[in-house]
């Protein structure tokens, strides 16, 4: 038989449960707080931003939650996903490693963000919720939900950053043609972006400012809940089908991974595809090195502080535990949108503690060059944000080469670049920069910690 390329599952093959990590750990991650009492935030003080479903699964303890028929029904549109070797790439690299990816871009709207999307949208639909408001940064987040909410008849809001919604017309385009209503991000339909309009009128605005947006409205709406694309708990819950479905994969493979690359802006792709991994290397039955990988210019895990931050800019939202650039921190405008958040998962931050992850970062010259031989190689032009976990893949590709390590890479590619071309163009052209973030950017930026 020829060598094998692709790696697909049967329809019956959609895994029936999601896996919570949290009680295979050492310890549980440190809870969000309260910004008033500074005590742990309760199911009431979460009531008037999600359903009561998502906040149980926030603090869930059970190891698995069932998938509902309802949301698989929907997964099986493009679910289970293939997993590829990517024998042209080594052969391009002369590596003796494997290379695998788990490919998320077949989804409706291109990445691994509707794994999470549709069932919020569902949950939030069978409370009798009939608005959902969210923000997005590249865009990929608003389109996914702005999906979901259709697949379920409701109604969606997005907040897009500024300098995106100016950017990717594209991706506006989607949103509506789903449903939603789409509005720039500073707006004046907010006290929070009154706010920051007020301060700078030409703000090209942020994530940060988004979600305050997006959070100040669900909260003044009864009929209405906030949507979250990454961070929390119950999102990276969502995206651990694509890990149950790796290992399944894996299996007919004959093969077991030694590292595990995905890139991380909240950590939800990541942690989807790593946490059955870790459940496996935890229970002593593979042992892969486990790494994250973020941009130079934003880089929370690497650079950024253990410590008590809010998840937006205005401060409307608990307190999380995790590694933050401070809740102000405007990063540079890199070309990977989802890669631009100030914190990282409370849950991926715990975890790194712990000793269980590694974390690098790398700058966008390096992953638009990995981006570009991974697509005249592979053929799929990879979107910005995984760029950086094949360069990671390439980086480690490259080190068996040297000392003839036949290991075997497991990458996310979380997602194709379609709408996100004008960032190849710019790479292609030569007017990509790496500007690296000064000691003194970050100290004022950490100094606003509450
Ligand atoms: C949103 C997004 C990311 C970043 O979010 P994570 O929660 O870290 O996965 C990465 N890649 C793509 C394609 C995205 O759409």
Not at 44 to 65: G, H, K, M, S, W
Not at 296 to 314: E, H, I, N, Q, V
Request: proline letters at 9%; one cysteine or more.
């Amino acid at each position: 038989m020829a060598e094998q390329t692709k790696y697909v599952l049967d329809e019956a093959d959609l895994p029936t449960q999601w896996y919570n990590v949290i009680p295979d750990l050492p310890e549980p991650p440190p809870p969000p707080l309260h910004p008033g009492t500074r005590e742990p935030v309760g199911p009431d003080d979460l009531a008037p931003l999600f359903p009561q479903a998502l906040i149980a699964q926030e603090v869930a303890t059970d190891r698995y939650v069932d998938i509902p028929e309802e949301v698989r029904e929907v997964y099986r549109l493009w679910r289970p996903s293939p997993l590829y070797r990517a024998r042209r790439l080594e052969r391009v690299l002369g590596t003796p490693a494997r290379i695998y990816y788990k490919y998320e871009g077949v989804s409706p709207v291109g990445s691994h963000k509707p794994n999470t999307a549709v069932p919020q949208a569902f949950y939030n639909a069978a409370e009798g919720v009939r608005r959902l408001t969210t923000e997005t940064g590249a865009g990929q987040w608003g389109s996914a939900l702005a999906f979901a909410c259709a697949q379920y008849g409701l109604e969606c809001e997005v907040w897009q950053v500024r300098a995106s919604y100016d950017q990717k017309p594209y991706r506006k385009l989607m949103m509506e043609t789903f449903g939603a209503t789409v509005h720039p991000s500073p707006s004046e339909l907010t006290e929070s972006g009154r706010a920051i309009l007020k301060q700078h009128p030409d703000s090209t605005g942020s994530l940060g400012i988004a979600i305050s947006e997006a959070v100040e409205q669900a909260a003044q709406d009864p009929d209405a809940r906030y949507a979250l694309g990454s961070v929390l708990n119950h999102v990276l819950l969502h995206q651990t089908v694509i890990g149950e479905e790796a290992l399944k994969q894996f299996e007919l493979a004959g093969d077991t991974p030694d590292v595990l690359v995905g890139c991380t802006g909240g950590g939800s792709n990541f942690g989807g595809l790593a946490f059955p991994f870790l459940r496996e290397k935890l229970a002593g039955r593979m042992d892969p090195v486990i790494r994250a990988v973020e941009p130079a210019a934003c880089p929370s895990l690497t650079r950024g502080k253990y410590a008590y931050d809010f998840g937006d800019t205005a401060g409307l939202t608990p307190l999380l535990k995790m590694h933050t650039l401070g809740h102000e921190f405007i990063p540079d405008p890199i070309h990977a949108g989802g890669l631009r958040y100030h914190g990282m998962s409370p849950l991926i931050s715990h975890i790194h503690e712990l000793g269980l992850i590694e974390a690098i970062a790398i700058g966008q010259q390096e992953c638009f060059a990995a981006g570009v031989r991974f697509a005249r190689s592979e053929g799929i032009i990879p979107a910005p944000e995984p760029t950086h976990a094949l360069a990671a893949c390439i980086r480690e590709a490259l080190r068996c080469k040297e000392t003839g390590e036949e290991k075997v890479i497991l990458t996310a590619l979380c997602g194709h670049a379609h709408l996100d071309l004008p960032a190849y163009g710019a790479y292609l052209a030569g007017d990509m920069v790496d500007d690296e973030l000064s000691e003194a950017t970050l100290e004022a930026s950490l100094a606003t910690l509450p």
